[in-house]
């Protein structure tokens, strides 16, 4: 019988501790099919030094453009905030293809061409020595 109490025993234990949240992880929730994942995020080195952007591609397609901080930290130092205002359509007229505001530092490109994030990538490193 002194093996019988011992099972007993170790079951309770188990059991409170999985109620305690010390058993297994719990599995990640299920995520929906119609969600896109991240494929792949590509740097950007020398739009803003001081917080890069990156360019993130989805599954379904999507480009994303996400900076660090917009109007960009140089931005204070050179005055030209109001320069980023309207920064999606200088994205769009650089690319060619549309280009939606997300919200402050986030731009989306819902259909880009196959280079588009090759060009976003050249346009964006290349921004502070062309507008010099």
Request: charged share 30%.
């Amino acid at each position: 019988m002194p093996n019988q109490n011992k099972t007993i025993f170790g079951s309770l234990l188990a059991s409170l501790l999985s109620i305690c949240g010390c058993g297994h992880p719990a599995p990640p929730p299920n995520q929906p099919a119609d969600e896109p994942t991240l494929i792949e995020e590509i740097a950007v080195n020398g739009f803003d030094p001081d917080g890069e952007p990156a360019i993130k591609k989805w599954s379904d397609g999507t480009l994303w453009i996400h900076f660090e901080a917009m109007p960009p930290f140089f931005a204070e130092d050179d005055k030209t905030e109001n320069e980023f205002e309207e920064f999606e359509l200088k994205i769009q007229d650089a690319l060619g293809v549309d280009v939606r505001r997300d919200d402050r530092e986030v731009f989306i490109i819902k259909q880009p061409n196959p280079d588009t994030a090759e060009k976003a990538k050249a346009w964006l490193e290349a921004y502070r020595k062309n507008r010099a």
